[in-house]
């Protein structure tokens, strides 16, 4: 990518700070596809590949390949964006359908009640669009999220940590485990300044491993406290959204969450919360340690 100056498209609408990534090598997260589907014959062989292994494989590779799509687009017309996100929902929604029907054991889990010992097991139309709605909510945000370097990286380890703690089972240990080594190995390459990105394809495919984690644990009613920080970056955007449409003013300098904090050189318009700009590396530890007690927050909600 660098030799032929193919990498990452900078949007000229944000902070002049992050006009220096443009290039930088991208569709990091189809290596970790690649390193982590290796695992998976690891796992067979040793009697530990379950159907819910092979359903979370399962969404990590698809949901991938909309974000494969996405990068792929953008770097062939060399601009920031490549799917719109009108075909980004449809794709999502594809994808969301037919795993719903490929798998439909997952139909039949029960989903636990936060803060309560009650469990709710849903019909199957209901079921059908919590999956929908948890798929399309988890991958685009994770995809928000995956803004500054090793911030989506790093938050994702925390999440999967939480999902050893609520679903302490071998199955699916042996499904997180090997993806938190991989995540920690590429977030040596990902932290700032980061040489390598995720890319859609990682964002996407992290949003649909813990989207389905998350249903096939039964812990889909407790994923919006589990994974806080998700809920912090697409909540933004919507607010951002909502108050520019109604108002023609901007809450944040820039949306999602985290860019809010950074740098304000290059910004031209104004916004209602003043911008503190910290450097990159302490917005991203910051939001870190938010996710991490987010994980804590899940975590009490599982087992109260």
Partial sequence: ???????????????????????????????????????????????QLSLDGIFVLA????????????????LCYQRSLGLSPSQKIMLVSAV????????????????????ASVTLTLPPIAFFFLTWAVYLWTTNSMNLTDGLDGLATGATILILCGFLVIAPTRELAGVILPLIAILTGFLWVNAHPAHLFLGDVGSFALGGVVAALALATGSALILPLLAGLLVLESGSVILQVACFR???????????????????????HSYLLPAVEWPEPKITLRLWIVQALFVGLGIFAARF
């Fill in 59 to 74: 969404c990590g590779l698809f949901f991938g390949v909309v974000g494969l799509l996405d990068d792929l687009l953008s």
């Fill in 96 to 115: 969301s359908a037919a795993l719903y029907f490929a798998f439909p054991h997952v139909g039949r889990t029960a989903f636990q009640v936060p803060f």
């Fill in 246 to 268: 109604l108002t023609g003013k901007r809450i944040f300098m820039i949306s999602p969450l985290h860019h809010h904090f950074e740098s304000a050189e290059g910004i031209r």
């Fill in 1 to 47: 990518m660098r030799k032929t100056s193919l990498g990452q498209q900078i949007r000229e609408e944000g902070p002049r700070v992050h006009r220096t990534k443009g290039g930088t090598p991208t569709i990091g997260g189809g290596v970790i596809l690649l390193l982590w589907a290796i695992c998976f014959p690891l796992l067979y062989w040793f009697g």
